[in-house]
């Protein structure tokens, strides 16, 4: 089985979700859907925010004017003042059925599509509004979810799965100042991967808030400058790294620049994107179109990484655990470069070779 993350051992509840026909599944066939789920994880890739007020966004998704490889967010929470939510919640109900409807009368790229909520509450009433379009919804974003949150955005994911026909995924963002105090730090990450593992089987990514941390420390990066060069934010986003990525797919911080005289803000997002994937992110939330392909290319991975990967898994487990690499630059060592192969070869499979 191809198993990038490690497991709970109790069943995924998305796969007994999935079974709801009555329908016998064999071992192999368990098998394809574990490598599907790891597959959909992995491809959220670039997650495009836009505003649910966008009356425009349902026609650029529908002609094409995104890309064909991209996820998208409906924000309702930092991009909608308090007296618009309402129009935005109506808004989002109407792009969900341009696109459903678009769906049905025409080939089209159809991303992975989420709305980003601004509390546990909204989600079941807008999910309840969505229902007829349900099969086009993978899923909400929690922002802030925090121990103070926590129990409520999962009480609501329970609820929206109650009563959904297909699985409904969360993408809790981790952006709250409970996080950021280093005396409690461990113990809140803690608690909130314990929040999290209850919803283990729901949860498609972890994201985290690169710009409400930002904010605490009165800080901001230009476009020469990476997130990893503010020292506490860093350090922090560090510690979430280590306390998630092993069972989780995290991805990275927004990249706020999508403009300069030189395109200086590319080679910067290339930057940051780099020191994003060596650290174990996958993925980038992006404020503009024009980033997609930045992320797209950045997720490529090199020929040589792809070469060295198929190297290790392919290994002969019986002889020689240790070899030269495809370019004759490194070692590869079959046990301690497995897990590395093993993503290598899927984000291949995803976003292909560079």
Known sequence: MLCILRRSPKKSRVFNLEARGGKNRNTEELEIKVIDNIKMKYSV???????????????????????????????????????????????????????????????????????????????????????????????????????????????????????????VLMMPILESPDIIDFRSRTEVLGSLKDHIDAVRDLTLNVRVGGNDFSNEFAARRHYDETIYDILPISQLLGDILTVFARDYVVSGPVWEFFSSEHDEWREGMKRELRMDILNGFIGKTVIHPKQIPVVNEMLMVTRKDYEDARTVQSWDKSGLQVGKSYGGERMNEVRTNCNWARKILLLSEIYGIR
């Not at 678009?102 to 509390?119: C, G, I, S, T």
């Open 45 to 167: 890739g670039a997650l495009l925010y836009s505003p649910a007020l966008n009356a425009k966004l349902a026609r650029s998704v529908i002609r094409g004017d995104l890309g064909s490889r991209y996820s998208l967010a409906l924000c309702l929470e930092d991009t909608i003042s308090d007296d618009m939510v309402a129009a935005a919640e109506a808004q989002a109900v109407n792009t969900f059925r341009e696109l459903y409807e678009a769906r049905e009368e025409q080939e089209m790229y159809l991303p992975k599509l989420f709305v980003r909520v601004r509390e546990p509450g909204q989600t079941v009433r807008l999910f309840a509004a969505l229902e007829p379009y349900q099969s086009i919804l993978s899923g909400f974003v929690f922002p802030k979810y925090s121990l103070a949150s926590a129990a409520a955005y999962n009480a609501a994911m329970a609820e929206v799965n109650e009563r959904a026909r297909n699985p």
